[in-house]
């Protein structure tokens, strides 16, 4: 476990774009009990996906303009932009120069990209806060992803699954503040969820298209297998019982197995935060787009556990009592 002390969250706020896709209207692909099946397990009702141009840094984008706003941050005070996501605009440059630029962030400003998932949020926030520790003042976080983009139609392993949203997180120094993280990869497990980039593929190298593929038997198999036990073991080193957890968000998976993590380690289901139903999966935005789809206040030991791609997790403790949660917006136009 590492802490990470004189640093705070300071706000967070979410974007999903407006076509809303309702999972039962897909009964005419699957066929009705089959779809009602797939719902039940995975239990999406319904999701939001982008259009043909919206990106992912254009859903954070507007959650960042409005977290600035809120918190009326000075724009010169922000010392850093991290964009975390597995669908950038482009190959290269870093998306987050991009929305530096966009934003009106000043120069001395750096801002660089991280390539993770389901994951993502965590490592994100342990890389933001230990620039705030470093002496950064401020840093602006960018958490968001367009999954729908490289789902395969017909796949119903991650067709009725994946949604598409953005985030922004606002992490500054704060005498007294602290987030305690635990993190772990086992790269042996790779393929279990991939898109090849075939541009990329010694194989193929005239084509660039990438789908998602998804093994759900091993991805399922390595979450209930990782997730409990990092739980489990991170709240015993924090020296805290799981009915001492005012909040525990999880990646949003899906919900059959989320409710087996919180069983495992004995969470109620009143302390698991769930809105895989309204939203999907939203890779790595789904721990802030859980937050801000129920902004309450009595956040003061909040649990955050990001865990798939890679295979990767991680997880958080962070004090939420007075952290600004914007409720979920719905934009429509990314552009």
Not at 2 to 7: C, D, G, K, T
Not at 16 to 41: F, H, M, R
């Amino acid at each position: 476990m590492l802490a990470i002390n004189n640093v705070s969250i300071q706000g967070i706020a979410s974007t999903v774009p407006n076509k809303k896709v309702c999972n039962a209207d897909l009964s005419q692909v699957y066929g009705e009990k089959e779809t009602l099946k797939l719902i039940s397990s995975i239990g999406v009702n319904s999701r939001y996906v982008v259009d043909d141009i919206t990106t992912a840094s254009d859903l954070c984008f507007h959650a960042a303009r409005r977290l600035i706003a809120e918190l009326n941050w000075e724009l010169e005070e922000i010392g850093a932009v991290i964009f975390v996501s597995q669908t950038p605009d482009y190959q290269l440059p870093a998306t987050a120069c991009i929305l530096q630029h966009k934003l009106g962030i000043p120069n001395e400003a750096m801002a660089f990209d991280i390539n993770l998932g389901c994951s993502g949020y965590v490592y994100g926030l342990k890389v933001a806060s230990s620039l705030v520790n470093a002496g950064v003042k401020k840093v602006l976080l960018l958490v968001g992803d367009t999954i729908s983009k490289i789902v395969k139609p017909g796949d119903r392993s991650t067709e009725l699954l994946f949604g598409d949203a953005g985030s922004a997180t606002a992490i500054q120094y704060k005498p007294g503040g602290s987030l305690h993280f635990e993190m772990g990869t086992d790269g042996a497990g790779w393929e279990s969820i991939v898109a090849r980039n075939q541009i990329l593929s010694k194989a193929n190298r005239g084509s660039n298209l990438a789908s998602l593929e998804m093994n759900g038997g091993e991805v399922f198999t390595f979450t209930l297998k990782r997730v409990p036990a990092l739980v489990n073991n991170f709240l015993n080193e924090l020296q805290l019982d799981a009915k001492q957890v005012d909040v525990c968000i999880y990646h949003q998976a899906n919900h059959f197995m989320l409710k087996h993590l919180a069983k495992k380690s004995k969470l109620d289901s009143e302390q698991v935060a769930i809105s895989i139903d309204e939203f999907g999966n939203t890779s790595c935005a789904s721990i802030p787009v859980t937050l801000c789809s129920r902004p309450q206040k009595n956040y003061k030991k909040s649990l955050l556990v990001g865990f798939g791609v890679g295979l990767s997790w991680g997880a958080v403790m962070a004090d939420l009592s007075d952290t600004l949660l914007i409720p979920v917006e719905v934009i429509s136009n990314g552009k």
